[in-house]
């Protein structure tokens, strides 16, 4: 008998595959359900790594397992080519950003192909790519064309040492989200998407979503739109007559009012800090509030802030408050303006202590101090009201609405709702991206690039070293161009686009990447859309998912398409870690991905990430064990090649085992459980070997053993199920193994699950389950886990089949 061997089988199966087409997805119709897989793209930057490793092997055996079932399966794959990363690391080694990254994707593009990746290559496209990205252009021109883009001066972040603009979720602690450096605050015109249009859509549609997202996942998207009801109120200046409006939650509180606060950058603080006759010494505080990045403001512990030397009226009761203006106010959010209730609000609590002001209580607490000078934080809870006129006596929540009901009737309000989403700002000022294709005409003002002029192409002839200007603005021959209204001499936009831009729309193009008449052909659309599966990182919950869900539904109002969520179901694996933290050169504990294919092969790589724990989970490196799955694939391979030679059927109980078996991997595949399958896997094989040892025919478990290892061990389940069973086509294309319903029928028995001795949980079980489903089984249970919590386990007590004892150390 041969060794196993993966070096001599996988260059072989890799070559033959191609050779066959196997993973080219049909390209009409062909009486196969569809199924659309996708994995999220990769950034070139250098090669695979081990994250790579787990992502790409948990969406191949998505694809592959749906491939066997006999769907007809889109699994594609391109690189999300442009960017920050590839511009500096081609400036640290001076090539061109280009040359660089397309070095990487070939890098890359055969690492895929080794790791045995069933892409279908023929699909292929780089968001650098110019048929590419004049997509993304033309789908920008029609976004303006629509009053969805739009360009405005606004406070920007500014990371002094990238150069460039930072997006607000790009700034981690008032840092650069990628180099640390300390965020400064700029004003610069830039591009924006009007992302805030569909706010309420894309928290309604979040419906569809239930089930085929994780909650996690869709709570961490609601967050961050952040829908808040309540009421905006209306306040005047004293001094001048200008109206002020607020937006607030707790209208309930408007008798509490003691003072007011406005954003630094609000357009009436000059006016009313000259009509308060504080100009002089308001001008270089308010410059300095403006001065701190957005990010840091709200959560400055320091509550300072100055006074404005006038006051406003209180709508409700007449009372005239002092105004103020303080950093923790912001413009982007409400109306840039506070009434500021410092008994019920903790933030104007602390204002009030620090600048000596009165603290009223209009929501009695049941309990503790009712006197606002005897407060020591501010009371947000429920209560009765009181000092508040004609609503004195009743309970605070429901007096909410009766407030806002009587600001209507009078006109001194009205129901509002506030997002904390903001509109997106896509201006990044460098090179390596989609240069904005607009043209700014002294007479005409923005004009967009003409269709048949697209693509902007980027010059390679540029200087793309950072400083000073953006490398585009550098480039007279790209920025002097004549209007495309009036022919006279005009300025190109020399901004490229945010690259989250390239990524929100780069699934459609995979319908019909060669398709030259739009960015998709509605037609290959409508047949591969939405995705059925996308599977990626948590680290994209929020932002790449979020700017996806609005292209699909801003190019459905385009009247592209008729649907408007692009991505049905939605796994998100956890990271590969080392000893508990990521890996990093710099920490000395990087695991690099090519070195362990080049030792251990593609198959046992692949097996080894995916046994490692429930793909939610972070894999940590150290417990991941290659050893233990190539002498578990050396097994299968022994037992196959004997269980070839045998004639006649498999014993019963032997078949039972197989048959059920094949249930529960099954099942297991359908809910990504691959850990659990592979152990179950592992005790078939056993079972397999313990047969074969006693002289009996095990060729029927063999042949059902290799089917259900393909997807996640490609290469050894074709070697062993053409050239060792003997099959003419590929164990890849429609042979799921089915059971035999009569072989799976079993005794059911509970099985109770212990941690330390209590009673966690009841799990049916089969009469004759085995010690280590039992013990799996316990492992997984979702009540036992919780028991466990952070605890080690140390080890389990197994009674098959009706009791475990999970004991922590
Ligand atoms: C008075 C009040 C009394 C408030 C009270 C809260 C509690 P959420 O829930 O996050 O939407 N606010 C409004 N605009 C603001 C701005 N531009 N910058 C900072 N804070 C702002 O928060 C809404 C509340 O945040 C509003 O309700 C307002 O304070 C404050 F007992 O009004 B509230």
């Not at 897989?37 to 990769?42: E, K």
């Not at 790594?49 to 889109?74: C, P, S, T």
């Not at 904390?420 to 991206?433: A, E, F, K, N």
Request: aromatic share 10%; glycine share 8%.
């Amino acid at each position: 008998m041969r060794r196993y061997d993966p070096h001599e089988i996988e260059p072989k199966w890799q070559a033959r595959w191609e050779e066959e087409g196997l993973y080219t997805a049909a390209k009409e119709e062909d009486g196969r359900p569809k199924f659309y897989a996708l994995d999220m793209f990769p950034y070139p930057s250098g090669d695979l790594h081990m994250g790579h490793g787990e992502a790409f092997a948990i969406g191949d055996v998505i694809a592959r397992y749906k491939w066997m079932q006999g769907f007809n399966v889109l699994h594609p794959i391109g690189w999300d080519a442009f960017g920050l990363p590839a511009e500096n690391a081609a400036i640290q080694r001076g090539i061109p950003p280009k040359e660089w990254t397309y070095e990487n994707i070939e890098q890359q593009r055969a690492s895929f192909k080794r790791y045995g990746v069933s892409f279908d290559w023929t699909r292929q496209f780089n968001t650098c790519d110019p048929d590419y990205y004049k997509w993304t252009q033309w789908l920008f021109v029609k976004f303006f064309e629509r009053g969805l883009a739009y360009r405005k001066n606004a406070p920007a972040n500014w990371c002094p040492k990238d150069q460039t603009v930072l997006a607000n979720e790009q700034v981690i602690n008032g840092l650069c989200e990628r180099c640390d450096t300390p965020v400064v605050r700029r004003d610069l015109t830039q591009w924006f998407l009007r992302i805030t249009d569909y706010a309420e859509k894309l928290l309604d549609d979040m419906e569809e979503l239930r089930g085929g997202w994780s909650d996690r996942v869709l709570t961490m998207q609601r967050n961050w739109i952040g829908r808040s009801e309540g009421a905006e109120v209306l306040f005047r200046v004293a001094e001048t007559g200008d109206p002020v409006p607020v937006f607030t939650t707790r209208p309930d509180t408007l008798w509490g009012v003691t003072f007011f606060v406005f954003a630094p950058e609000h357009p009436l603080v000059p006016r009313l800090a000259e009509a308060g006759g504080r100009a002089h010494e308001l001008r270089a505080l308010v410059e300095k509030y403006r001065a701190m990045p957005l990010t840091s403001r709200e959560q400055a512990e320091n509550r300072e802030g100055v006074s404005l030397g006038v006051r406003v009226v209180n709508p409700v009761n007449g009372e005239e408050v002092p105004c103020f203006v303080a950093p923790y106010v912001l413009m982007e959010y409400g109306t840039g303006a506070v009434m500021a209730v410092p008994a019920h609000d903790q933030r104007d609590f602390e204002f009030a202590r620090e600048n000596g002001l009165p603290v009223r209580v209009v929501i009695k607490p049941p309990e503790g101090p009712t006197e606002g000078d005897q407060l020591t934080e501010a009371w947000t809870g429920e209560g009765v009201m009181v000092n508040s006129g004609p609503l004195d006596g009743r309970p605070s929540p429901a007096s909410i609405d009766e407030v806002t009901a009587w600001l209507e009737e009078k006109g001194l309000g009205k129901r509002a709702v506030s997002y904390r989403l903001r509109d997106w700002l896509i201006s990044r000022q460098r090179y390596w991206g989609a240069p904005i294709p607009m043209i700014r005409c002294p007479e005409h003002g923005e004009v967009a690039v003409p269709e048949d002029e697209l693509p902007v192409l980027l010059p390679d002839d540029v200087d793309f070293r950072p400083g000073g200007d953006s490398p585009l603005a550098r480039h007279e021959g790209f920025v002097n161009v004549e209007c495309p209204k009036c022919g006279k001499p005009a300025r190109r936009d020399t901004d490229t686009m945010d690259t989250f831009v390239d990524s929100s729309w780069y699934f459609f193009r995979y319908c019909s990447p060669r398709f030259d008449e739009g960015p998709f052909d509605p037609a290959a659309v409508s047949r591969w859309m939405p995705v059925d599966q996308y599977t990626g990182g948590i680290t994209h919950a929020i932002l790449h998912l979020l700017y996806a869900r609005f292209f699909t539904k801003a190019i459905r109002d385009l009247g592209l398409i008729s649907f408007g969520e692009p991505f049905t179901r939605l796994l998100n694996q956890g990271m590969v870690i080392m000893q508990g933290s990521a890996m990093s050169k710099s920490r000395g504990n990087l695991v690099v991905f090519a070195d362990e294919l080049n030792k251990h092969g593609a198959d046992v790589l692949r097996v080894s990430m995916l046994f490692a724990g429930p793909v939610e989970d972070d894999v940590d490196w150290q417990n991941v064990s290659p050893e233990g799955v190539k002498s578990w694939l050396g097994r299968v391979w022994r037992a196959v090649h004997e269980a070839s030679e045998g004639s006649g059927p498999d014993a019963e109980e032997l078949r039972r085992i197989a048959h059920r078996t094949v249930k529960v991997v099954t099942t297991d595949y359908e809910r990504h459980a691959y850990n659990t399958a592979v152990a179950k896997l592992m005790t078939l094989t056993n079972e397999i070997r313990r047969s074969l040892d006693a002289g009996g025919s095990a060729g029927e478990s063999a042949s059902l053993l290799v089917r259900m290892i393909a997807p996640m061990a490609p290469f050894i389940a074709e070697e062993l199920w053409r050239e060792v069973l003997g099959n003419t086509s590929s164990v890849h294309s429609g042979a799921w193994p089915e059971f035999e319903p009569a072989l799976v029928e079993e005794d059911r028995v509970t099985l109770v699950v212990q941690v330390n001795g209590k009673v966690r949980d009841r799990i049916e079980v089969a009469a004759a389950a085995a010690e280590d489903e039992v013990r799996e089984l316990a492992l997984a249970s979702e009540n036992a886990r919780r028991a466990v919590g952070e605890k080690e386990v140390s080890r389990v007590i197994v009674r098959p089949p009706r009791l475990a004892n999970i004991v922590t150390s």
